[in-house]
């Protein structure tokens, strides 16, 4: 495309930072469909260059290899990296921009504490510099980890959390509320436009086996028909949302005029215990329960209220989590038959 076409099309620039994560490529792959041209950067820490290949060819997809806890000097790492329109394109106007970088699973943040946190203090920093610069709307990734282990359910935005600062599960928990603080004052004091979402647990194509999360761990050891690892007893709860019904609440976030935060989640709430008898059984597995030790502050309930997702975005989930799990086990099984 040419910088002609792109001025007289006008199309959205959108940059996602940690693009090729994912939810990342998922993003990639929605704004595309709709019209906006794409930079996708990311450091590959733990994002996977195979979850973008199918978007190289696309003229409106760019990729770049960068790590947001250095500064984002945008320019210089378009002509460094880039060749062709959008290198040459001194024009540059980024419209929006969508922070999704970090390690997000408890075992990537336990193998990367301080690269978690630099992501989140020194990563948002960045972002919302480029976004203060270019005059972006910057939607920020936010978690239901910010809630920690809630003494009330379903977690609404108003409820402040209940998070041990110090706990193996902080340097997460408190990167993400300090990005968001760090969010808020831009705001305040800036004008940036901010947008924050507050993910609940996600799952789809295109994540990693060794993820770690309790999803890929049970429909990888349910379909090599390996005990299933529960942790506790099972009765903690979780919330699990499908990735195009995720993707689709960031979507629409993004284009309102929300600030929040703004809860996205699925709120059909299951025991860990019942999930797993769900996978064992949609995968016609032979598997057993093989239970472990309870993780440090593992939270016993998750479930997200959507009021505010419902009544200002209009979004809901639309994938249950039955069908959901069919939809994801020939991805794992095809992962598997490659590993």
């Known amino acids: 495309m040419t910088n002609n076409q792109r001025?007289?099309?006008?199309?959205?620039?959108?940059l996602i930072i940690g693009g090729a994560g994912f939810l990342g490529s998922h993003l990639c792959d929605r704004l595309l469909g709709a019209g906006h041209e794409v930079i996708c950067m990311d450091s590959l820490l733990t994002g996977r260059f195979e979850n973008i290949r199918h978007l190289l060819a696309n003229p409106l997809f760019t990729f770049i290899l960068h790590d947001v806890t250095e500064p984002i000097d945008l320019p210089g790492l378009v002509a460094s990296q880039v060749s062709g329109d959008l290198a040459d394109d001194d024009t540059l106007k980024i419209k929006y921009i969508v922070h999704l970088a970090s390690p997000a699973s408890p075992a990537d943040y336990a193998r990367h504490p301080i690269h978690t946190l630099k992501v989140g203090a020194l990563g948002t920093l960045h972002g919302l510099g480029l976004a203060k610069a270019h005059g972006s709307v910057f939607l920020l990734a936010s978690t239901s980890e910010i809630y920690g282990d809630p003494q009330m359910n379903p977690q609404t935005e108003s409820y402040w959390g209940n998070v041990n600062p110090i706990g193996s599960r902080s340097v997460y928990d408190e990167a993400k509320r300090y990005a968001e603080s760090m969010a808020m004052a831009y705001s305040r004091e800036h004008g940036v436009q901010v947008r924050i979402a507050r993910i609940f647990n996600t799952y789809g194509k295109r994540m990693r086996l060794d993820d770690g999360r309790a999803m890929p761990n049970f429909a990888a050891q349910a379909l090599q028909g390996k005990p299933l690892t529960i942790y506790g007893d099972g009765s903690q709860t979780r919330s699990f949302c499908y990735a195009s019904d995720l993707v689709e609440g960031i979507?629409?976030?993004?284009?309102?005029?929300?600030?929040?935060?703004?809860?996205?989640?699925?709120?059909?709430?299951i025991t860990l215990l019942k999930l797993a008898e769900t996978v064992i059984e949609l995968t016609d597995s032979v598997s057993s329960m093989a239970f472990a030790p309870l993780p440090s502050d593992d939270p016993t309930r998750r479930r997200p209220d959507i009021s505010k997702a419902r009544?200002?975005?209009?979004?809901?989930?639309?994938?249950?989590l039955r069908d959901g799990i069919k939809r994801v086990i020939p991805y794992f099984r095809t992962q598997l038959s490659h590993s």
Do not use: C, F
């Open 311 to 320: 009544a200002v975005l209009k979004w809901h989930p639309k994938v249950g």
């Open 251 to 269: 979507y629409q976030l993004l284009l309102s005029q929300e600030t929040g935060p703004v809860n996205l989640g699925n709120p059909e709430e």
């Open 7 to 14: 001025s007289e099309e006008k199309l959205p620039i959108t």
